[in-house]
């Protein structure tokens, strides 16, 4: 029988004990359920996230990424976060291809004259000077324009797919497929433009905007989105059998690149500093509107939450962090650079979740942890469900757009989904302004991440956050 120096016994006792307290489960002290309690039912009648929100939209209003808007939002972020009492507000640095917008027009020219109400799609190239005329195909799927093949060549293609109203907003999955993959597909085979229902649930005559996405040495076409009621107008025309032809004029495209910065404030933790809640929002918005709904909700949401809980008599054990990531709309830039710049630390994320679909009550919750938290979990949910949230615990959890990235290598995190039955009305559109916003539910929301974040700060235990230890999980929002 082998015999053990003294410094390998100590190595085997520390690791017995580490995987002992691994497998311990996680659990949430009276103590703080009852302060997350107290928390929940005082931001039910706060007023900070209106406030938040009020103040970016009107003093910034639209915040497309690249912009001046973009430099005004975060010198408004870091000086909100110092206003509500963050103890650290810091910005780092994140770097992404400038898109500008300029003008956009288009009319039907024959064989009916009418002007259309038109926007163009993020990363859309401009039409040659003076615009493009041409023949429109239509098509009432992405399917149908592939087995188009050459017959598109040289024409106008159009898409209608019609996103329906839904809770969970599932409908958005195809509707910004179209969007995202369309355009591509119509260039590679042929097309002299693409165009779109536009990606949404309303019957306003507000196009939706939104990203495309190109192959980088592929081909690129002028993309744009009809309003619902101007892609109707187009279908009927079109019924009449005769050829519709259309004149697209937009003025936009690449402008090299351009630096900004996700802006991050803390409420230190008392016990565990280095250890970290995330949430968060982001800060940029598409320019149609003043960027209500989507995303100064979700920045208020977290400002609030990190807030309220930066007022309790005494600081939290482990660091609450709230991120206003920059420029998650044209390709999640801000969450993929914090993931990058954060990847070794990945251990140190306690759970995070970011608000990301409006500001419509939260009704479900689920979760990516490892299974000895799954209680843990559950006295979050008891906390959470007398405000109208279910926890659907097979559903997995993926932490919001931007923070998807840091699940994506290894944080544990949850899915707090808003009702969205009317997000998509005016989603991306010039009617995202802040009067779309009821104070109650957003108010609601802030119970919501104020309860949990404060929750997991405190528990005794993790969540599992480890480098790839959700990689297989499905997880998604």
Known sequence: MSRLVPSS????????????????????????????????????????????????????????????NDLRAREWAIAKFKALGFDKVYTEPVTFPKWVRRSEHAAIVAPFPQPLAVTALGYSPGTPAGGLTGEVMLFP????????GDAVRGKIVYVGFRMQPHQDGHDYGMGSTVRTHGPALAAKLGAAAFLLRS??????????????QWEADGPRIPAAALSAPDADLLEHMAARGKPVQLKLDLDCGMDGTYTSANVI?????????????????????????????DDAAGVAIAMAAGHLIGELPQRPDRTIRVIAF????????GGRAYAEAHAKQVGKHQLGSESDFGAGKVWRMSASVKPEARGAIQQIADVLAPIGVAYDAQRPGGGGSDLSQMHAKGMAALSLTQDGTRYFDWHHTGNDTLDKIDRDELNQNVAVYAAFAYMAAQAKGDFGSAPGAFAHDGAGD
């Open 141 to 148: 799927t992405l399917d149908a324009l592939k087995a188009a």
């Open 199 to 212: 990606a949404g649930t309303d019957s306003n005559r507000t196009p939706h905007t939104g990203v495309t």
């Open 326 to 333: 920059a420029n998650e709309e044209q390709g999640l830039f």
């Open 265 to 293: 404030g803390e409420i230190t933790g008392r016990r565990h500093p280095g250890q970290v809640v995330a949430i968060g929002g982001h800060l940029d918005s598409w320019d149609p509107g003043t960027g209500a709904i």
């Open 9 to 68: 016994l100590a190595l085997v006792c520390a690791f017995v004990a580490a995987a002992a307290a691994a497998a311990a489960p996680t659990r949430i002290p009276d103590a703080a359920v009852s302060t997350a309690t107290a928390l929940r039912d005082r931001a039910l009648h706060d007023d900070t996230a209106w406030n938040v929100t009020e103040s970016l939209t009107t003093e910034v209003g639209p915040r497309l990424a690249g912009s001046d």
